[in-house]
């Protein structure tokens, strides 16, 4: 019995010697180290999907947030803008998530600021000692009435008589005006109205102030030359030539008896069809706007490139002086704004009911004299040459100063112009062809800033338009 109990017994060279053959054993070694990678895996995968939890509140409260703040920003919105944003959590289940909301609002802006957080607790990250989440959200938004320059140039001719166009375009545009030029905005906007119909009557206002051949006191359209729709700016140091006072479309026929009708001369003569430059009484700007008739045919190249000239700071010498005299406010004295003046938004609006037309003129030879002058002025030109001149001599009294494809090219250069200029385009083809809304389109500073538009549906556009002016953006 002593004996197997002293076989039994290990001596301290034993375990020695046992150490040594474990320690240099390999048997298991992989088990042991896949063990230990699975362990990493389920901590990295547990980091991860409470990481994908965070990021999921993350983005629902920052979209609360964000939506908030647009919502309280809002010129237009009447109430509280700090209960408009806690409105919004409450409503989304997140009253308590808000830290602070702060409103910086003065005579033109309204910016918004929103803090919340949220903490989540942690389904895996706990046992590594990180028991909840902290889940931010940051909100600014701000909508600011910049000082902003608008020409807004409509189409007065004679189609725009048909399908009650030309009273939705009143109504239209009446809305127009009362949306940008709200009391809020005194001194801030100003609008240029610019009638268009074969040409644009620049009124004596504006016309004494450029350098121009006058030749008659009837109407005061100005020629342009085509180059000069190569470029935004008037070349106000130019001479100009005046453009001719004559009837030349057509003439009334009554009771089978020839009528000499003079009341559509190719540029038009009546006030209210006259340029209106830079004002903010919407009262007067909507005047004039119901008084509009349909007449004559259409050059809407010739409307842009008075709406796009008016809006360049080299324009600036004749409106300081019609302010001076009291025709422009004295708000707008210095403008038209500088190109790089960050403060201010410049854009058009450029509508039409068609697409451009032919447009005729009487050659100098029967146009150099006085009194040759004071007769075009006294006859209808078709009247004329059917009564007292024959068939085989009538097309040497007239000749084709623009036809439809050279209206096409001026208009588009003179929107590329004023697109380098980085004048905003808004057009709107009313109840126009697919070759009329093409060219619209194209004119437009986007696809987006393109209307189509039929019926009553022009006033719709004129409010969206007049809406985006009033730039809501998140600044943060």
Known sequence: MKRCKRENRLTAGDLLALSRHFSKSEDGSITIFACFMILIMMTICGIGVDMMRHEMERTRLQAVSDRAVLAA?????????????????????????????????????????????????????????????????????????????????????????????????????????????????????????????????????????????????????????????????????????????????????????????????????????????????????KSQINQFKPRSGTSIFLGMKWGVGMLQPNFRPIITSLSNSGSVDAAFANRPSALNDPETLKTVILMTDGQNDRSMRIPDWYYNSDSEIVHWSRYNLQYYLNRYVSYYYHNDFYYEKYNASQGDTLLSNICDAAKEARIVIWSIGFEVTDHGASVMRDCASSPSHFFRVEGVEIEDAFEAIARQINQLRLTQ
């Open 73 to 285: 920003a809002d010129l237009d919105q009447t109430l509280d803008p700090e209960a408009v944003v806690r409105d919004y959590f409450a409503k989304s289940g997140m009253a308590e998530y808000v830290s602070a909301v702060n409103v910086d609002e003065g005579l033109n802006y309204r910016t918004v600021t929103v803090d919340a957080s949220n903490s989540i607790k942690t389904q895996f990250m706990d046992t590594l000692g990180v028991e909840n989440l902290t889940v931010p959200a940051y909100a600014k938004a701000e909508e600011k009435i910049q000082k902003v320059e608008i020409s807004l140039v409509v189409d007065i001719s004679g189609s725009m008589n048909n399908n009650n166009k030309m009273q939705n375009l009143k109504n239209a545009a009446g809305v127009f005006v009362d949306t940008v030029l709200k009391p809020e905005n005194e001194d801030l906007i100003s609008v240029s109205l610019v009638p268009y119909s074969e040409h644009v009557n620049a009124g004596p206002m504006i016309f004494d102030q450029l350098n121009i051949n006058q030749v008659h006191p009837w109407s005061h359209c100005v020629e342009i030359p085509d180059s000069e729709f190569n470029k935004a700016r008037f070349d106000i140091v130019r001479s100009y030539d005046q453009m001719q006072h004559f009837q030349w479309n057509y003439y009334s026929i009554e009771s089978g008896n020839q009528q000499n009708t003079l009341y559509d001369t190719v540029c038009p003569r009546n006030s209210y069809e006259r340029i209106l430059p830079f004002s903010q009484n919407a009262t007067y700007i």
